[in-house]
T-cell receptor
């Protein structure tokens, strides 16, 4: 069966510090990968998605970047965090070959920028 | 782009009653509509989905209906139980080729009281 991992689970960082959140998927190959941000009491906003190694599409201009160094690894980064980067970050994957409809989410990382 | 509106934002029902959550979408080309349940501090879990060639789908106490002409879809939960308490999100999929780009509603907080 497929599983998706995210770490860390929680993170408190000062303004201006760098960020690296990691997501890995097990039990599948060539997944589509996604990064979402969920602000408090809000819906999910798609930040980035990737259909393959090194292929990153950005949905909204922002202070963050994403990379996919391996097939089942997706990393969300920032060089200098802003207060507005606080939120709940969710990684998701969808299988290839099905039109990628179903998305499965990881447990999330709660980021607080102080 | 796609816009998904979800109502109500909060919903309180007594155990055993039914709950209905409604969503509307703007992009007539959207063809896939999942519903996610998110418990506190966790990632969203897919609970049911419907494709645009189907008008209704049921899974035990959960059902989803889709009206393509009116561009709205609804989640129905019957015989609600305390464990149904969570935040529910609807979403619509834009057809972008290989990636499944979902646009989410802002969520409904469902509280089932004893």
């Amino acid at each position: 069966s497929q599983t998706i991992h995210q770490w860390p689970a929680t993170l408190v960082q000062p303004v201006g510090s760098p960020l690296s959140l990691e997501c890995t998927v097990e039990g599948t190959s060539n997944p589509n990968l996604y990064w979402y941000r969920q602000a408090a009491g809000r819906g999910l906003q798609l930040l980035f998605y990737s259909v393959g190694i090194g292929q990153i599409s950005s949905e909204v201009p922002q202070n963050l970047s994403a990379s996919r160094p391996q097939d089942r690894q997706f990393i969300l980064s920032s060089k200098k965090l802003l207060l507005s980067d606080s939120g709940f970050y969710l990684c998701a994957w969808s299988p290839m070959g099905t039109g990628g409809r179903e998305q499965f989410f990881g447990p999330g990382t709660r980021l607080t920028v102080l | 782009g796609e816009n998904v509106e979800q109502h109500p934002s909060t919903l309180s029902v007594q155990e055993g009653d039914s709950a209905v959550i409604k969503c509307t979408y703007s992009d007539s080309a959207s063809n896939y509509f999942p519903w996610y349940k998110q418990e506190l501090g966790k990632g969203p879990q897919l609970i049911i989905d419907i494709r645009s060639n189907v008008g209704e789908k049921k899974d035990q106490r959960i059902a989803v209906t889709l009206n393509k002409t009116a561009k709205h879809f609804s989640l129905h939960i019957t015989e609600t139980q305390p464990e149904d308490s969570a935040v529910y999100f609807c979403a619509a999929r834009r057809n972008t080729g290989t990636a499944s780009k979902l646009t989410f509603g802002t969520g409904t907080r469902l509280q089932v009281t004893l």
